[in-house]
């Protein structure tokens, strides 16, 4: 329920620190993608870590330009070498956007999992038509969708269409990048606990079941987020941050979702 965000760690060094502390801190779920440039440096970090390779969940995701069937064959079985990795267990589609089209895009994925490549399907920003979609055309089930999600995006559709349809939801910038440490509510109930803000968004995201994959680089704020696996917010506490009357969504490139 707790993995390690890598987006936009790419001092190689700091990187495979990142991934090696928080491995023998105890998290077992890493995170990347090919657009982070950081796919070696994961990697290295792995290698560096005192855990077996079996007691780690890695994901990585084909970015939008990769997504015609021979380049996500191409760029996925790119990413395992730089991971240095015989195979991931999540294999995202980063976006439903630019180079997507669904029939082209997600047979390829298929034959990756008929391959032993990857061990499960996953989608990126998608919105509940997008899922449905992806699903009419796979035969392999859809495993998780990722998207950013905190208590300023609450993504109340999503969490709905998730717990309807037995798919996981997976938040990233789980800490609005930084701007949970501004919301009045959870500053009152991370006082309250003895807490940060982060545990405290962590916790609630947990709470809705919820897999969070916050980024963090230092190993204080590795072991801070950590944390959060033993705060337990009181159903009160959970239904004040659900009124939060506020939406800040940080991440909104111009080839997203037309809803958004």
């Not at 919301?183 to 079941?209: D, F, M």
């Not at 919820?210 to 987020?225: L, R």
Request: proline share 4%.
């Amino acid at each position: 329920m707790l993995g390690l965000g890598t987006w936009e760690n790419t001092d190689g060094e700091q990187c495979a620190e990142s991934v090696r502390t928080a491995l023998e801190m105890g998290y077992r779920h890493v995170d990347t993608a090919q657009i982070y440039g950081n796919e070696a440096d994961v990697g290295e970090g792995i290698a560096r870590a005192d855990v077996e390779r079996e007691e780690i969940f890695l994901a990585t995701k084909v970015w939008i330009s990769q997504l015609s069937h021979d380049d996500v064959i191409a760029s996925t079985e790119a990413s395992l070498d730089k991971l240095g990795v015989d195979s991931v267990d999540l294999l995202y589609v980063h976006w439903p956007a630019r180079a997507y089209d669904p029939e082209e895009t997600l047979p390829a994925f298929g034959e990756l999992l008929d391959r032993g490549l990857i061990d499960r399907i996953g989608v990126s920003n998608f919105e509940p038509h997008h899922v449905d979609r992806a699903r009419e055309v796979l035969d392999e089930p859809v495993f998780a969708n990722q998207v950013e999600m905190h208590p300023l995006l609450q993504q109340e559709e999503l969490r709905r269409y998730a717990a309807e349809t037995d798919l996981n939801l997976v938040a990233y910038s789980p800490l609005a990048r930084g701007t949970v440490f501004e919301v009045p509510e959870l500053t009152e109930i991370a006082e309250r606990h003895g807490v940060s803000e982060a545990q405290v968004s962590l916790a609630w995201l947990r709470e809705k079941g919820v897999t969070t994959i916050p980024k963090a680089t230092s190993q204080a704020h590795i072991e801070d987020n950590w944390g959060s696996l033993d705060l337990a917010l009181t159903d009160a506490e959970i239904e004040r941050i659900d009124a939060i009357d506020r939406t800040d969504r940080r991440v909104h490139p111009d080839f997203g979702p037309e809803s958004w």
